[in-house]
């Protein structure tokens, strides 16, 4: 038995199937993936993010402790609740773990937001924690919020027609900024290349929300949807596609680093840079039937490399996978699956993005 949210009760009332995903009780599917996904790229989707770790950053320091915590800057945070993507790094260079962070708004000017994944809590945390010491900072974790993420090109439409008192605030923001709506933290990001919110709410107030978007008409997706999104979309998941092992430079982040501020991992990343990055993230199109997987060999050109993370992709109707591939100019690829070598076709990520095929 693994932890639950609060709408744990909303997921066993529409029969999802419950998989354990990083120690939680989480719904990877309520009846086809197929269809969950559809309804994302064609209309509305919600998903239960609510294992995600969610943390409130305050004091005189919480800036600059940012500014050396992330590989990307916070400083480039212009507008009132904008949202950053960056990864967090070690001294080597390794990506701990990547994440959003929210620059403080009008209604809260000196609480900084930050979102990280719920398989890395504990060492994100402790690292978080270490580096506090020599800044004056407060973290605090609220294991009190839910978070709904409801996605799609109706998504805000129904969101600000169930709640009109807020949906001024809501309607103005723009992509990768939040904004408080009463009790409710609102932030126009996602997961899965589609338009939509992201929605903190305390947990007392999670279900009765749930239930009011079932009835709009948004249908509830899991684990297994959110996948397939993300990986269209582009959009790495830690753990297969980015580890400690590996550094922004070579998991396609290089677009996340903001090379003119002092970071933990700086100087790692200058030296692999001066030396040359040997690896390349892509994206692989199969030219044929066949499923991807993740740790697939690829054989290109260049050389050999695997497959990161691979799916079916519903939007593609055909197979894709991020390969991690030797640097070159290698255009096409093999990827050995049961013994047999398949032509694929390397693109550049993503495949899908606002309810369109981009291949």
Not at 132 to 159: C, N, T, W, Y
Not at 180 to 202: H, K, N, Q, S
Not at 254 to 270: C, N
Not at 284 to 305: F, P
Request: hydrophobic share 45%; with cysteine; net charge negative.
């Amino acid at each position: 038995m693994g932890r639950q949210t609060a709408l744990f009760p909303e997921h066993q009332a529409l029969q999802a199937r419950i998989v354990d995903f990083g120690g939680w009780d989480m719904p990877v599917q309520y009846d086809s993936v197929l269809e969950e996904h559809h309804a994302v790229r064609r209309g509305a989707g919600m998903f239960d993010v609510s294992h995600m770790t969610f943390l409130e950053l305050t004091g005189p320091d919480a800036r600059p402790y940012l500014r050396r915590l992330l590989a990307n800057d916070v400083d480039r945070l212009k507008a009132p609740g904008k949202a950053l993507y960056s990864g967090m790094l070690d001294e080597r260079g390794g990506v701990i773990d990547d994440l959003i962070v929210y620059a403080p708004t009008a209604a809260n000017p000196e609480l900084w937001r930050v979102v990280v994944n719920c398989g890395t809590r504990d060492k994100d945390l402790a690292w978080m924690q270490a580096q506090a010491a020599s800044f004056r900072v407060h973290l605090r974790e609220r294991e009190d919020l839910a978070m709904i993420a409801v996605q799609g090109p109706l998504a805000r439409a129904k969101v600000s027609a169930l709640r009109p008192a807020q949906a001024a605030a809501m309607d103005a923001l723009k992509v990768f900024q939040g904004v408080e709506a009463g009790d409710w933290f609102v932030a126009r990001t996602g997961y899965t290349g589609e338009d939509g919110f992201e929605i903190l709410l305390p947990d007392a107030e999670a279900g009765a929300f749930w239930r009011e978007l079932l009835a709009a008409g948004v249908k509830p997706c899991g684990l297994g949807a959110r996948d397939t999104l993300r990986l269209e979309a582009g959009m790495n998941l830690y753990g297969n596609d980015m580890d400690e092992s590996v550094s922004p430079l070579v998991a396609n982040m290089a677009w996340t680093i903001a090379w003119d501020h002092d970071f933990i991992g700086k100087a790692a990343l200058e030296a692999e840079k001066a030396a040359g990055v040997k690896t390349r993230l892509v994206g692989l199109l199969l030219e044929g039937k066949g499923v991807l997987r993740s740790h697939m060999k690829v054989v290109t050109a260049d050389g050999e490399g695997e497959t990161t993370s691979g799916t079916f992709s519903p939007t593609l109707e055909r197979a894709i996978a991020f390969a991690r591939i030797p640097v070159g100019g290698a255009d096409h690829a093999e990827v050995e699956i049961r013994g047999k070598r398949l032509p694929a076709r390397i693109v550049r990520a993503p495949f899908a993005r606002n309810g369109k095929a981009l291949y």
